[in-house]
């Protein structure tokens, strides 16, 4: 059996060991100083005499006597013009930095690089490239599309010149600059814009008013600038920027920090805008629920030469849309596209798919299979 190691006898060996080897380091390797009076070594100064290599410490003043060779150690008086006296004298001083002058050193080097790290990481967290995503592929097609029949056949001639758009500068027509899209929200103008893309088979970079928001001032503007630097090394393409209204208010001059950060945005998207050129294959759409609320300069023609209203769907689109929203669903005989339509007058889009969907789950808690118009009634009310 192998013996334990006695902890005691091993603690006395490493204290013998260590104390050998401090003895050892002591009496053969340390440099010993030959220790005179600071009078002395004062007198002689001001006497003329050089000495060489002068080391200021924070306790001592170490020198080296050029005739005799030896190295002398004296009191250090903390003189503040010690240094200053000896270099007039023609005598080179070193300052060797105590403890503390180091410790102090490396805490700045630490805060400057903890300080430098987070400035950086603020500046890709908040204006990353990554920030606007480009879709080279929507998947959605206007057939996705339900109703906006004539907004559809505007946006076909438009789709025309995105892809040929040197084609129709040669004629001197030029493709708008900006669409805006108003409308009641969930009405689909989010969708328009996705099929819209999907139609032209063009880039489609989607935005929205809070990916423009930050708690650092120039924040914004330098996003709307990163944006379309972006759209135009992707043209042809599609920048959709939803709830334009939270961006593109009115600019008030009041002096307060939030309204000059709105008005520097503002400022930024009317430099882009009017940046662009005739062949550049860039579409800006916009969506918005109020356009009385954004900036005239904004919107004026030769920015934004085109606004569409997005409205409730009509009759004919509720009976579409509840044909569609009804798929995979199992609506009891009384639930006709038809009869449905008639109860969501005034219904926007987004709204029809939500109460049908929880007229569905009404009906699995009440252990139903279909859903019935009382549970679509009942889910209207909770919509």
Do not use: W
């Amino acid at each position: 059996m192998k013996k334990k190691l006695n902890p005691l006898l091993l603690i006395v060996s490493l204290v013998v060991i260590l104390s050998a080897g401090y003895l050892l380091y002591d009496n053969f390797f340390r440099v010993k100083f030959e220790e005179i009076p600071y009078r002395v070594f004062y007198k002689n100064v001001q006497d003329g005499y050089k000495y060489q290599n002068v080391t200021i410490t924070e306790n001592n003043i170490k020198f080296t006597d050029p005739i005799n060779n030896i190295t002398f150690i004296t009191q250090n008086p903390h003189s503040p013009f010690l240094e200053e006296e000896l270099l007039k004298k023609g005598i080179s001083v070193t300052i060797e930095k105590n403890f503390t002058d180091i410790l102090s050193i490396v805490f700045d080097i630490l805060f400057y690089g903890i300080f430098f790290t987070a400035i950086i990481f603020v500046f890709k967290k908040f204006i990353s490239p990554n920030t606007f995503k480009v879709q080279h592929n929507t998947g959605v097609k206007f057939d996705d599309v339900v109703g906006m029949e004539t907004l559809k056949q505007d946006m076909t001639q438009i789709i025309h010149i995105m892809k040929n758009p040197v084609e129709y500068a040669k004629r001197g027509i030029r493709m708008p600059k900006g669409i805006l899209l108003e409308g009641a929200p969930g009405n689909g103008k989010t969708l328009f814009a996705k099929a819209l893309a999907g139609e032209a088979k063009v880039n489609f970079i989607p935005a929205k008013a809070t990916d423009f928001e930050s708690m650092f001032m120039a924040i914004g503007p330098m996003k709307v600038k990163l944006l379309f630097k972006k759209a135009r090394r992707k043209a042809p393409c599609i920048v959709f920027i939803d709830e334009f209204d939270g961006i593109g208010t009115r600019r008030n001059y009041s002096g307060s920090a939030i309204e000059t950060e709105n008005t520097r945005i503002v400022t930024a998207l009317l430099n882009e805008l009017d940046g662009f050129e005739p062949a550049s294959g860039i579409l800006v759409l916009a969506a918005t629920n109020s356009i009385e609320a954004l900036d005239e300069a904004l919107i004026r023609p030769g920015r934004f030469d085109s606004k569409f209203s997005v409205p409730y769907p009509d009759d004919n689109d509720r009976v579409k849309l509840c044909t569609m929203y009804c798929k995979n669903k199992s609506p009891d005989s009384q639930c006709t596209p038809e009869v449905l339509s008639n109860l969501f007058k005034g219904f926007s889009c987004a709204r029809i798919e939500t109460v049908l969907n929880k007229a569905a789950l009404i009906s699995v808690q009440k252990g139903k299979k279909d859903f019935s118009l009382l549970d679509v009634n009942e889910a209207i009310k909770s919509v």
